[in-house]
Structures are given as C-alpha cells and as structure tokens.
C-alpha cells in the first residue's frame, strides 16, 4: 500500500512538473511574440519624424527654396521633427527601463478618486476645445489601487488624450468600480469611437515605407502627428499596467448601449485595508 501511495504521489508531482514546464513555455512564446511586436511598433514610430526630417533637409540640400524665408522655415520644420523624435525616444526608453528594472515602480495605495481627479484636471480643456462631453464619474473614496503614481496617471492620461483626438463626434466616459476578481479593480474609458483606431497592423515590419519625394517632404511634415499612434501609446500602456500587475482590454458594448461603442478596461490590483491604513499614517 505504501509503494502504491509512493507512486501515486510521483506521479502527481510529475504532473505538477509537466503543468509548470508547459506554463513556462507558453510564457515565454507570449515574451517572443510581445518583444518581436514591440520592435516592429518601435521602428515604425521612429520612422516617421525621421523621413519628415531627411525630406526637408532634402528640400535645402537641393536648393529648392524659393528664398532665404522659406530655407528657415524648412529648417525650423526640421528641428520640430527632431524634437518629437527626442520626446518619442524618451518615452519608449523610460517604459523599456521600467520593463528591465532600472526605473524601479513606487508601488502603494493610491485613492481613485484623487487619480481621477489628476485626470480631468489635465483633459477637460482638450476635450472641452474639440467639442466632446467628458465625463469621471466620481469613484467610491474607499476605492484605492496598488500602482505607481506617475506611471499610472501617464497611461490613462495617454489614453484618455488618444481617445480625444481620435474621435470624431460622441463623447468619453471615465468610471471605476470593483471587479469580480478578487483584489482587483476596473477603470473603464467609454468612448463613442470604433475600436479600430486601438487596433492596427500587428506585423508592422512587412510594411515598405513610403517613397520619399522632395514633393511629399512637406505635406508629410503637415499630417505628422506630435506624440505616439494610438497602437504605439495602447503597446505602452499595456506595458506598463502588466509591470504593476494589471491588464488593458479593448471590448466591445453590447449593442444596446449605443452611445459608447468601445471600451478601454483597465484592470488593476485592490490595496488592502492594511496598505492603506499604512499609507495613510504614513502620509
């Protein structure tokens, strides 16, 4: 009886072992496939402000200006690419230091409520200039998140600012209430626009750049936009809820509620009542 107990319990923990060893591998196919999609993201950010950047200084090397005025202007065309390539760097690097452990996450209770509060401070007035109703439904005062503070406001700000400038009519609703996990929380970002502007090509690297004429320098220049594409700020987002042990979402609204089509859901983890009586006497 004993030998058969001895075989049984081997036999179990080779299971376990097996479980464990197929977890691994799974993870680290999903690490392969994030990182090979972050790159492909990465060099197709970087290439945008930098075309822009080599066609206006294609417009001078040429001698196509018309005049020493218009020299300058495609010169001070050329320095705001270059900026916005810096800004662009400094984010991707900042959230890749976080990912590797460098930047090291201050991870504490923070009330939703004063998040909230940061948000619309920072928002209201885009919002408010396009024409869009935005909306924080003020969370419960008990609701605290475990996140860094700077990097958790940076990813629903970068959020919610996409979703600004994405939208063509409708309006954006900003609400948080617990999740059916246990220690876990949801922020919700409702918005009336397709989800497709979250979700564009995956394999990025198959896409040839476009032909760069001295022609196009301009026009592109124009069109360019100042921050990250919507795919490249939702990657970083992503990347930075996971570090704090949460998770993004893009779903779809039943059809029933029409006047939100898309929602972004931010999962995040509860802070305990001894967190947070920790944090508020230390505060």
Avoid at 116 to 127: K, V, Y
Wanted: aromatic share 4%.
């Amino acid at each position: 009886m004993n030998e058969i107990e001895a075989l049984s319990r081997e036999n179990e923990a080779l299971k376990a072992e097996l479980k464990q060893a197929q977890l691994t591998c799974q993870m680290a196919a999903q690490m392969s496939d994030f990182k090979a999609g972050f790159l492909a993201r990465t060099s197709h950010e970087l290439r945008s402000p930098l075309n822009s950047l080599i066609g206006l200084h294609q417009l001078i090397l040429s001698g196509l200006c018309e005049n020493p005025e218009e020299e300058r202007e495609f010169i001070e065309q050329a320095h705001q690419s270059s900026l916005k390539l810096v800004k662009l760097i400094d984010e991707i690097v900042d959230v890749s230091k976080t990912a590797y452990g460098t930047n090291h996450l201050d991870i504490r209770p923070l009330q939703l409520v004063q998040v909230f509060e940061q948000l619309q401070n920072r928002t209201h007035l885009q919002a408010a200039n396009r024409g869009f109703p935005l909306t924080f439904s003020t969370p419960n005062p008990d609701l605290y998140a475990m996140a860094d503070w700077r990097r958790f406001v940076q990813l629903l700000l970068s959020l919610i600012d996409t979703s600004i400038a994405k939208m063509q009519e409708g309006k954006i609703t900003v609400s948080a209430q617990p999740s059916p996990k246990e220690n876990s929380l949801w922020i919700w970002i409702d918005l009336q626009t397709p989800s497709n502007i979250w979700r564009e090509p995956a394999d990025l690297l198959q896409n040839s750049p476009e032909p760069l004429t001295i022609e196009t320098a301009k026009a592109k220049f124009n069109k360019e936009k100042s921050g990250p594409s919507p795919g490249m700020n939702l990657l970083l987002a992503q990347t930075l809820l996971e570090l704090m042990g949460g998770e993004l979402q893009i779903l779809e609204l039943p059809e029933a509620q029409e006047e939100s089509t898309t929602r972004l859901q931010c999962s995040i983890p509860l802070a305990s009542p001894e967190s947070i009586a920790q944090e508020l006497q230390d505060d």
